[in-house]
Nanobody, 125 residues
Framework: QVQLVESGGGLVQAGGSLNLSCAASGRTNSNYAMGWFRQAPGKEREFVAA????????HYADSVKGRFTISRDNAKNTVYLQMDSVKPEDTAVYYCAGRYGWSSNYYRQTTYNYWGQGTQVTVSS
């Protein structure tokens, strides 16, 4: 089992930056791919970014490409989402997710076995 805890959410002005963290505990010595998803009010949860264990594979949703950066520090069992040039439409609850091994379906929620509780990000205009 793997437990995931997100942090770093909050209120930020449009154009600003925020750095989310996702700390993993439990069986973290395995090859886990990690992803970030988000869910805005009244909308379905959507893919944001994903990274393989080694960092060799990284993918982003088109809506965040060039503004968000996913990274990981395996020594700290932590995955990050650096959010720059944020927009009001980035307002959502952000969730990190994990699965054993990389999958070409990295953008699908059902691909992931483990989920955090979410952290709220609010971007003011």
């Amino acid at each position: 089992q793997v437990q995931l805890v997100e942090s770093g959410g909050g209120l930020v002005q449009a154009g600003g930056s925020l750095n989310l963290s996702c700390a993993a505990s439990g069986r973290t010595n395995s090859n886990y791919a990690m992803g970030w998803f988000r869910q805005a009010p009244g909308k379905e949860r959507e893919f944001v970014a994903a990274i393989s264990m080694s960092g060799r594979y990284i993918h982003y949703a088109d809506s965040v490409k060039g503004r968000f950066t996913i990274s990981r520090d395996n020594a700290k069992n932590t995955v990050y989402l650096q959010m720059d040039s944020v927009k009001p439409e980035d307002t959502a609850v952000y969730y990190c997710a994990g699965r054993y091994g990389w999958s070409s379906n990295y953008y699908r929620q059902t691909t992931y076995n483990y989920w955090g509780q979410g952290t709220q990000v609010t971007v003011s205009s």
